[in-house]
């Protein structure tokens, strides 16, 4: 059996021992930072990635009359349009509520951390979304209706990061 003295000392042989580990992994990352932060370099709000996006999201909108088919087409199942609306306005929701709120009200930065489950339920209502829209879309432009609606979310998100 171990008596106390033992114990003890083999307690700290293990906290020093470690102590010295977590200085010498502490230095390298940071030797390893300032070499990557040297090399970092800021990418530029505007590159052709995010103008081709735009760009092919005005052509589509453009070439499909987008708007004016969502607006008065009767081909389009309505039922599944107006789910697809709900859920982009959940999602759309959770957003504004996480960048809004969240992040310049109460500033967190991680609200994964805090609040974990909201990242899969705006994913899945996104995924839910399109489902829908895609489905409802369908009887309009057929096969074309994903490649079209994915060029809008791209030209989209090309644009609110030209914002941001």
């Given amino acids: 059996m171990i008596n106390s003295n033992e114990f003890s000392a083999l307690r700290n042989r293990f906290k020093r021992d470690a102590d010295l580990f977590m200085q010498t992994t502490a230095t390298s990352d940071e030797d390893e930072k300032s070499e990557e932060e040297k ?43 107006n789910v697809g609306l709900t859920l982009l306005g959940i999602c759309l929701t959770l957003a504004m509520f996480c960048i809004v709120y969240l992040e310049w009200f109460k ?7 805090e609040y974990p489950a909201i990242p899969p339920v705006t994913t899945a209502a996104f995924l839910a979304a399109s489902c829908s829209f895609n489905i409802a879309l369908w009887p309009v432009w057929s096969f074309f209706t994903p490649i079209i609606l994915f060029t809008q979310f791209m030209g989209v998100v090309m644009f609110i990061s030209l914002l941001g």
């Avoid at 709000?45 to 009359?65: E, L, M, P, Q």
């Avoid at 500033?107 to 951390?113: S, V």
């Fill in 107 to 113: 500033g967190i930065q991680h609200y994964d951390q």
């Fill in 39 to 81: 090399d970092w370099k800021p990418l530029p709000r505007i590159n052709k990635h995010s103008v081709f996006w735009i760009a092919a999201s005005a052509g589509v909108t453009y070439y499909v009359d987008f708007f004016h088919v969502v607006l008065e087409s009767d081909e389009i199942k309505s039922w599944w349009f």
